[in-house]
Structure formats: C-alpha cells, structure tokens
C-alpha cells in the first residue's frame, strides 16, 4: 500500500493561518503524510507564525523537478489556502 498523501499549499500571508490549522488537523491522522508548498509571499511570515517543521514535507515552490510536479507522485488531494477570502463564513476557520 504507498502512502496517503495530502498536499497543503499557501500563498500570501493571509492564507497562511489556514495552511498551519490544516497541517496541525493533519498531524492527528498519522497515516497521512502531509506536503507543505509554500509561496515567496507566504515565506515572509513563516518566522512570525510556523515551524515548517509542521509538515512531513516541505517542497520548494521554485523546484520544477519536485516530487509534486511528477505524474506519477500520488495524493489523496491539496488544499490550496491561497485565497483567505473563500474561507469567510465557514465557522470553523472564520478569523
């Protein structure tokens, strides 16, 4: 059986809260791997608000050779925290 993998991917700072409270569900369900990518944008607030080390993986954003780009890397899916304004109204994650 391979690995049950989810991608979390932020970009932008606004996103970011929601990336950190998606990997820290993750870490509850230890037969997911979790996959972090993260923009240039998101980056700059990482020091203030996450310890990369949050997720099994961290993937560079500008590695075109990644694991993620490769047809064959199989996922169970991604959640994209890119956009914050999507998530109001959703109670559990409105800020």
């Known amino acids: 059986m391979s690995a049950r993998r989810l991608v979390v991917a932020t970009s932008g700072a606004s996103g970011l809260p929601y990336g950190v409270a998606a990997l820290r569900a993750l870490r509850e369900h230890p037969d997911i791997e979790s ?5 240039p944008g998101a980056r700059t607030a990482v020091p203030h608000e996450l310890d990369l ?3 099994d993986v961290v993937h560079s954003d500008s590695n075109l ?5 490769s047809g064959s890397f199989r996922t169970i899916g991604m959640i ?3 956009d914050a304004k ?3 109204g959703v109670p559990e994650l409105d800020a």
């Open 65 to 69: 050779a990644s694991a993620l780009a």
């Open 35 to 39: 996959h972090l990518i993260i923009s």
């Open 86 to 88: 999507r998530w109001r």
């Open 80 to 82: 994209d925290t890119g």
């Open 53 to 55: 080390s949050i997720a």
